[in-house]
C-alpha cells in the first residue's frame, strides 16, 4: 500500500500542478515579482497530502475529479502561504524550505509576505468560480469551511498559541488544543471536502471530521519526533529549532518513546473512523500509516 500511496501522492502532485499552472501565470509588468515568489513557494517538491486528501475524500462519493482538483488546488495554496509566513523572521526565521532557500531568503521579506498574502486570496478565488463546483451553496460551504480552517479559530489562531508557548507551559490538553488548530484545521477540511461536496450525510462528515482529527494528531507528533530524530536532508529545513525555541510539543512533554505510541494510536484511531466505507477508503487508511512512519 505503501508504494501505491507514494504513486498517487506524485500522481495529485501533476494534477494540481496543472491546474496552478496558468492560475500562477506570470504577467507582464512590475507585479511580475510576487508571482515569481508564488510560484517558487508553490511548485517546490511538496508532499501535496492535504491535496491528496481532498482527492481521496471525494472519491469516496464520487465527486467529479475536476471539481476536487480545485479544491485540491486551493488548499494548497492555503497550505503554502502559511509555509511562507511561517518560515519569515518574525516567526520560526528559517532559511529552507523542503531543501530550496525559503522565500523571503530567495526575494526579500516584503515580498514573500504579499506572496503569502496573494497566495491565500487566490484559494477563495479557485473556490468561488463556479468552475470549482455549479452549486452556488456548495461553494459558499466550501470557503466558509476553509476561512474557518485557516482563519483565528483555525491556523491562525494555533500558530498564535504556538507563538506564546515559548513563554509559558503549556499542558498535554493544551498541545492538542493547539495542534488541532495549526495543523489538524486544514487537514480536517480536506477530508471533509469530498462530503461538502457531494452534500452527504451528517454521519459521512462526522466520520471524516474523526479520521482528519487524528490524522492530524498524528502527523503532528511525526512531525515534532523527525525535528528531534531527523537529518536537515530528510527534512529539507532546519531541525532541533523546537526545543532550542522551546515551543511546546508532545514529544516535548510525554518524551519520544510514548510520543510514538501516541501516534500510533492515533493512527489507529483514524481508521476505525472510515470502517463505513469499506475499500473505498484503502488510500486514507494508507494516509494514516503514512503519517506515522514517513522521514520527510
Do not use: W
Request: proline share 3%; glycine share 8%.
Amino acid at each position: 500500500m505503501e508504494a501505491a500511496l507514494k504513486q498517487a501522492l506524485s500522481a495529485t502532485s501533476v494534477a494540481v500542478e496543472k491546474v496552478l499552472d496558468p492560475i500562477l501565470r506570470v504577467p507582464d509588468g512590475p507585479e511580475a515579482k510576487v508571482y515569481e515568489a508564488m510560484r517558487h513557494a508553490v511548485f517546490n517538491g511538496g508532499k501535496r497530502l492535504r491535496p491528496l486528501l481532498v482527492l481521496a475524500s471525494a472519491e469516496l462519493f464520487g465527486v467529479e475529479r475536476s471539481c476536487a482538483l480545485r479544491v485540491a488546488a486551493a488548499i494548497e495554496c492555503v497550505h503554502c502561504y502559511s509555509l511562507v509566513h511561517d518560515d519569515l523572521p518574525a516567526m520560526d526565521d528559517d532559511d529552507l524550505r523542503r531543501g530550496k532557500p525559503t522565500v523571503h531568503v530567495a526575494f526579500d521579506e516584503a515580498t514573500a509576505i504579499l506572496a503569502g498574502d496573494a497566495l491565500l486570496t487566490i484559494a477563495f478565488e479557485i473556490l468561488s468560480d463556479e468552475k470549482t463546483h455549479p452549486d452556488p451553496r456548495v461553494r459558499v460551504e466550501l470557503v466558509k469551511a476553509l476561512s474557518k480552517a485557516a482563519g483565528a479559530a483555525g491556523m491562525v489562531g494555533g500558530q498564535m498559541i504556538d507563538l506564546s508557548a515559548e513563554d509559558h507551559d503549556l499542558s498535554e490538553h493544551d498541545v492538542f488544543r493547539l495542534q488541532n488548530m495549526k495543523t489538524g484545521a486544514l487537514i480536517s477540511f480536506a477530508s471533509e471536502a469530498g462530503a461538502i461536496m457531494a452534500r452527504a450525510s451528517k454521519q459521512a462528515h462526522a466520520s471524516l471530521q474523526g479520521y482528519a482529527r487524528d490524522v492530524g494528531l498524528a502527523f503532528q507528533i511525526a512531525d515534532d519526533l523527525l525535528d528531534v530524530e531527523g537529518t536537515e536532508e530528510e527534512v529539507g529545513k532546519a531541525v532541533g529549532k523546537d526545543e532550542g525555541a522551546g515551543k511546546a510539543t508532545l514529544v516535548g512533554i510525554l518524551g519520544i518513546e510514548r510520543a510514538r505510541q501516541q501516534a500510533q494510536i492515533l493512527a489507529d484511531q483514524a481508521i476505525d473512523h472510515l470502517s463505513d466505507f469499506d475499500d473505498k477508503a484503502l488510500l486514507l487508511r494508507a494516509v494514516a500509516h503514512f503519517a506515522i512512519n514517513r522521514r520527510t
